[in-house]
């Protein structure tokens, strides 16, 4: 294929058509669009039903259906299929000893030289407050399992494996490692989640397989929600951070050493597929989003209804932390245990919600 770099041990086998993998990396704009469109809100209204919806149907499912259009075989071109548990449990491994190793230090390290105001406002604790503890734990499995497979999907199956055809593995990777932290819109975990996105492209180039990046990708998510539920508040000393980087280091040094003397994996064949019909390749992604909709507003329809009234009528800064304010949060609890109607809730909270302009 005409312009791609040969990178004969790193790239994936190619696909049916250079266009799919020409296509890859500005499949970020239409992704980023439907995150902020849909995504976005989908979280506001349930954080945890929103997780799973928008890492499905934005980072899965609209370059899954675009590179169908192609004539690309998406699940096997990008190495998302067929599954490799033992690249999986390696990648959990190496994933676990890095969130120790660089993740933590970096992250505490941002939180002490960046202004307190954004270490406030992109705090990550606040993502699992208030929650109850069905939709905390609907909400632990997304970002632990479908976020780690969908984002795997785009930001290494299809960014980067565009980025290295056309720029070769080291810039592609880095590339496409800066366009996963950035696309988290978070300054505070911007180097964090860079370093985080070489690690996984390593993973995915060394093992032509998305399975190691998403083990690696699940245990550090699942060790960092761990970890602010865990400590809360709690700032770990420096003989604690150290322990953490030089026992994450010893472990991570000594598992991508392993993983570098394994003998390459072979290419598997990619089949030429047919390309689908717009509605062919849409109907499954709007039943998953039509079925997931049903879902969350069955399981959890008065948390979405109070959630709707909170977004329209936000609460006036200065009735924060008011005898008023915490009338007004036992209400709520006591609608969503179905003891009052959400009707009841909005209009205690009208009276104490910002004027309109």
């Given at each position: ?7 004969p041990d790193l790239l994936p086998s190619p696909p049916p058509s250079e266009l799919s993998v020409r296509l890859g990396p500005w499949l970020v704009l239409p992704v980023l669009f439907a995150y902020v469109a849909l995504g976005v809100p989908l979280q506001l209204l349930h954080r945890g039903g929103g997780v799973w919806l928008s890492s499905i149907l934005v980072f899965l499912g609209l370059p899954f259906m675009l590179l169908q259009r192609t004539g690309d075989a998406p699940a096997t071109s990008t190495g998302l299929w067929p599954l490799k548990p033992v690249d999986f449990a390696w990648g959990a491994a190496l994933g676990l000893a890095n969130w120790a190793a ?256």
């Open positions: 294929m005409a312009g791609l770099v040969s990178q660089w993740a933590v230090p970096l992250m505490t390290l941002a939180q002490t030289v960046l202004p307190a105001k954004w270490v406030e406002a992109f705090d990550g604790r606040q993502t699992f407050e208030g929650l109850r503890p069905a939709e905390l734990g609907v909400l632990l499995l997304g970002v632990s399992v479908a976020a780690p497979v969908c984002e795997e999907f785009f930001f290494r199956g299809v960014v980067q494996r565009g980025l290295v055809a056309f720029r070769g593995a080291a810039q592609g990777l880095v590339a496409a490692a800066i366009v996963f932290g950035a696309m988290h819109f978070d300054p505070v975990g911007l180097i964090p989640r860079i370093e985080l996105g070489v690690l996984f492209g390593f993973l995915a180039l060394k093992r032509r397989s998305l399975w190691a990046a998403i083990g690696a990708h699940a245990a550090n998510n699942a060790a960092a929600s761990a970890g602010f539920l865990a400590l809360g508040d709690v700032e770990l000393p420096t003989w604690g951070l150290a322990s953490f980087f030089v026992g994450g280091n010893v472990v991570l040094g000594l598992g991508l050493w392993r993983l570098a003397r394994a003998p390459a994996e072979a290419r598997a064949p990619i089949p030429v597929t047919e390309r689908p019909s717009w509605a062919q390749a849409l109907w499954p992604w709007a039943a998953i989003f039509a079925l997931g909709l049903g879902a969350i507003h069955a399981l959890d329809g008065r948390g979405v209804a109070v959630r709707r009234v909170e977004l329209t009528l936000p609460l006036d800064d200065a009735h924060k932390g008011t005898p008023e304010a915490a009338a007004l949060d036992a209400l709520k609890d006591r609608v969503l245990a179905g003891q009052e109607t959400v009707e009841a809730y909005e209009a205690a909270r009208r009276p104490l919600s910002k004027p309109k302009r």
